[in-house]
């Protein structure tokens, strides 16, 4: 097996544990609203608003992120539709992870609040895990080095080459792009 398909496979096992580590973390904060959901229905607050909120807005940024895998791969419109759709997803999953941060600081609270509640689960220590798996799943990947375009000399002959944009390699001219936000 070639290294490059190595690498895409690695990448793809990689990128598929860290879309299965948001799910998990979704799926835990509904586990919490349907275990209180009838159970608290005299309490003051609404117990069921965090973790509502953190998984439905985890869940959601599962299609900004299609969105922007989508956008990322047309020519056409790349640019605008790309940096809407991960402008949507950061928006959702720092909603989910404040959310989900609401929670666990409500925890505490859900006796004194809601004497009759009666559980099997930890509460705390679902939160801690899913806000663990949150944390390795927004930080991970930009921790995973990109594969580097290369374009063979032929290809790059036409261009310019400017300081500083190009790094001269063996097997051609490797583009280094600078870091940009949106």
Not at 98 to 127: M, R, W
Not at 164 to 181: C, K, Q
Request: overall charge positive; some cysteine; proline content about 4%.
């Amino acid at each position: 097996m070639s290294s490059k398909k190595h690498s895409s496979k690695a990448r793809n096992i990689f990128f598929g544990f860290v879309g299965l580590s948001m799910a998990v973390a979704a799926a835990f904060q509904y586990l919490i609203v349907f275990e209180i959901h009838d159970k608290c229905d005299a309490a003051p607050v609404d117990l069921n608003l965090a973790p509502t909120v953190a998984g439905s807005t985890l869940a959601a940024s599962f299609f900004a992120n299609g969105a922007w895998l989508m956008a990322r791969g047309k020519d056409h419109f790349q640019n605008a539709s790309a940096k809407v759709a991960l402008l949507v997803w950061a928006t959702l999953v720092i909603t989910g992870v404040a959310a989900a941060g609401a929670t666990l600081g409500q925890i505490p609270l859900y006796h004194t609040v809601c004497p009759d509640l009666a559980s099997k689960i930890n509460f705390e220590l679902v939160q801690y895990i899913s806000i663990a798996l949150l944390v390795f799943s927004t930080v991970a990947p930009h921790g995973v080095r990109k594969p580097i375009k290369s374009v063979s000399l032929a290809e790059g002959a036409a261009e310019p080459i400017r300081m500083g944009d190009y790094d001269r390699g063996e097997a051609g001219i490797t583009e280094r792009t600078p870091l940009t936000f949106l």
